[in-house]
């Protein structure tokens, strides 16, 4: 009521509720929302009845609520938590509870034990506004936690994020049917999630599922299950339809398929609510079977993404045609290194196609624009095509949750705002050096002409930053070339030194090893000399009587060696006599200098006067070749 008549003029409680629901039911949000139109004419005003001021209500304009949507102003926040910093990015139109659900989701931290400090202007609740807060475009803030012990938590931080990785099989047993589902989900599960998968196969709403097994610590449907307390590996509930009470008759199968008219005020409040519980037509009613219903393009719970997006490339050339845009087959993080970490003249901007069964869009975007020739040609020219199917909340849960590790949170928050009947969505989204920037969200309500201008647009953006990284990429690479041709130069340099000094060693090695053989061969030579020296008998006197030969020899260097033999000396006595000065027999020849012979030549037995040495003589030495 104050929106309606004190604040915004609108008489309508229609728009009016239209204009929350627009705004997320946020009252401050919706109160400025109608101030991008003029107000209505006094005039019409006046005249018109109280539904005239449609006119001047924003959010039903498309093109004037695309305007101010398009360009939302965006706020950084880095969270300190103990040893770990998380940066995020949002939009002012968030809240401070919106921060703290997502703090959630990365630091395993329950948002109801978390105390978000370091706002400028004190401590705030978590329904404040972003925008009322007036905060810079970056912003550093710290959570505490004083209930959780901080030894505790670093452990149980560990083990959480451990558990986020594991499987967790669950043991559910349907007590109506008798029947056991033993099902495999991984451990960033929500328990809502799960609780929606159990609808999906039991046909139990989860507003009227009643469970037991659950530990008391899962208190929340937003928990993971790896947070929750549940059992690893293996987990044993049961589930059943909660009882009506007296006063309230569910509607036969019978009489809703035969005759489907709405009951009551209550049963239309739960047909709107279904959607929020991602029940569909068919399980309100209890109508539709398998036969009467289209084969969903995606599956749900697929372990493998390449396997879902097989089943969607198909589903999708069976319904529209073998002309259609070739989808990437794969995750959305190889995808994401397709498309933006190769090279930079080999990179392409990403498209990512969100499709929606449910959406009355969704048939004509597919066989009229996506099918076309030349968007298909366009696409495959100069982007990778990725897709995924959102029909059911479990593939958007697990979409958004891709979509937040790999492009952050605005680009989850932007893909939460968006309703139903605005699907499909086209996502263009371009690699930069630090981040992935989401240039346009194209919806379905487009045409053929509208989709390729803007599919132009965004490339002309990209071919701009492209030209930007092939320049740096080209400088780059030739700096590196010069940094390989200078380590290569230092390399063969540094080879090069140590060949030389190699070569230097084994030289000086040689040298050493050479110096040692003559200092052997010369103690040899002087043990050998001191032995002959000893054995020599002693030399005769010049008074003995008997015959004795006088002999003189010449030295190479030009001494004279003298010395006194008994004429009845064998020539050895002469040899050794010589070797013993250093001059061994076999390096040299003893000669006499007329007639010129070789005494070495003769036998070493006979004596000096049968060599005629007798009874003096001049010898010399000479080297022998």
Not at 391 to 407: S, V
Request: glycine share 4%; net charge negative.
């Amino acid at each position: 009521v104050v929106l309606r008549l004190a604040c915004t003029g609108i008489d309508n409680i229609a728009e009016a509720i239209t204009l929350l629901e627009l705004n997320n039911w946020d009252l401050v949000a919706a109160i400025n929302g109608t101030e991008f139109l003029p107000p209505a004419s006094s005039s019409s005003s006046s005249s018109s009845p109280p539904s005239s001021s449609t006119s001047a209500f924003c959010p039903i304009n498309p093109t004037s609520r695309h305007i101010v949507e398009r360009q939302p102003r965006m706020l950084n926040f880095r969270v300190e938590y103990r040893q770990r910093s998380v940066e995020l990015v949002l939009e002012e139109g968030s809240t401070v509870g919106e921060i703290k659900q997502i703090l959630e989701t990365e630091l395993g931290v329950p948002a109801s034990k978390m105390q978000l400090k370091g706002w400028k202007s004190g401590d705030v609740s978590d329904s404040t506004l972003l925008r009322s807060l007036h905060l810079p475009k970056n912003n550093s803030l710290y959570v505490l936690t004083p209930d959780i012990a901080a030894t505790a938590s670093t452990s149980k931080n560990s083990g959480l994020q451990e558990s986020l990785n594991q499987n967790f099989m669950l043991i559910i047993s349907h007590r109506e049917a008798q029947r056991d589902y033993n099902l495999n989900f991984p451990g960033s599960r929500t328990i809502q999630e799960v609780k929606r998968n159990i609808s999906d196969l039991t046909n139990i709403p989860v507003r009227h599922q009643q469970w037991e097994g659950w530990p008391a610590s899962a208190s929340d449907d937003s928990m993971t299950l790896a947070a929750s307390g549940i059992s690893h590996p293996c987990h044993s509930l049961s589930v059943c339809r909660r009882s009506a009470p007296a006063n309230a008759q569910e509607p036969t199968e019978e009489v809703y398929t035969h005759n489907v008219h709405m009951i009551s005020d209550s049963e239309g409040d739960d047909f709107e609510d279904a959607s929020e519980f991602g029940v569909d037509d068919s399980e309100m009613f209890g109508m539709g079977t398998s036969s009467c219903r289209k084969s969903p393009m995606m599956p749900e719970n697929s372990e493998n993404e390449a396997d879902a997006l097989l089943h969607f490339t198909a589903e999708f050339s069976s319904r529209y045609g073998e002309t259609h845009p070739m989808f990437f087959i794969g995750s959305l993080e190889a995808a994401s290194q397709e498309a933006f970490y190769g090279k930079a003249r080999d990179r392409k901007l990403l498209a990512i196609y969100l499709h929606n069964d449910d959406s009355v869009l969704s048939n004509v975007f597919c066989s009229q624009m996506m099918c076309a020739d030349s968007i298909v040609s366009y696409l495959s020219q100069n982007f990778i095509t990725w897709a995924w199917d959102v029909t059911k909340e479990t593939n958007k849960a697990r979409l958004l949750t891709m979509c937040t590790r790999h492009f952050g949170s605005a680009v989850t928050q932007t893909i939460r705002t968006y309703k139903t009947d605005q699907f499909p969505l086209l996502l263009i989204v371009m690699g930069k050096r630090t981040s992935n920037e989401v240039l346009n969200v194209i919806q379905g309500n487009t045409t053929v002409d509208e989709l390729m201008m803007r599919l132009m647009g965004a490339m002309e953006i990209f071919t701009a930053q492209q030209q930007e990284d092939i320049k740096d990429e080209d400088e780059r690479e030739a700096r590196e070339m010069v940094k390989r041709e200078q380590d290569e130069a230092y390399r063969l340099s540094l080879e090069a030194d140590r060949k030389k000094r190699e070569a230097q060693e084994r030289e000086e090695a040689e040298q050493v090893r050479l110096e040692q053989m003559r200092k052997e061969q010369e103690e040899e030579k002087e043990a050998i000399r001191l032995s002959l020296e000893q054995a020599l008998p002693p030399e005769p006197a010049e008074e003995s009587g008997e015959q004795i030969s006088k002999l003189r020899i010449r030295t190479p260097s030009g001494e004279f060696l003298e010395r006194r033999f008994l004429g009845s000396c064998k020539l050895q006595v002469l040899f050794d006599f010589v070797a013993s000065k250093g001059y061994p027999f076999e390096e040299f020849k003893l000669l006499t200098t007329f007639p010129r012979r070789n005494i070495t030549q003769l036998d070493p037995g006979s004596t000096l006067l049968e060599a005629k040495l007798f009874p003096q003589e001049t010898l010399f030495l000479e080297a022998k070749e």
